[in-house]
Nanobody, 114 residues
């Protein structure tokens, strides 16, 4: 059974940084592109960043230049380094495939205060 566990969220002031982790189990992690998503209160879940098996990355315009997605296949773990955080980055962050076809994990809350 595939399991995705997100961690690393917290409360940070605007301009601060956080690094999120996504630990995957029950899947061939290194054979799959992966993605980070987020859902802010009252809004739909949105795609934040993707990384292919060859480590090609893509970002939503709203986070480009501030967030960096990466992966460690030996640890079955994906990361999201978030710098220059803004209050509008406040959301629950989730990981999944770019097709969003796996069961969602519990997510990790990121709160950015102004």
């Amino acid at each position: 059974q595939v399991r995705l566990v997100e961690s690393g969220g917290g409360l940070v002031q605007a301009g601060g940084s956080l690094k999120l982790s996504c630990a995957a189990s029950g899947m061939l992690f290194s054979f799959n592109a992966m993605a980070w998503y987020r859902q802010a209160p009252g809004k739909q879940r949105e795609l934040v960043a993707t990384i292919t098996i060859h480590r090609t990355t893509n970002y939503a315009d709203s986070v480009k230049g501030r967030f960096t997605i990466s992966r460690d296949n030996a640890k079955n773990t994906m990361y999201l380094q978030m710098n220059s955080l803004k209050p509008e980055d406040t959301a629950v962050y989730y990981c999944n495939l770019p097709t969003a076809s796996l069961n969602w994990g519990q997510g990790t809350q990121v709160t950015v205060s102004s």
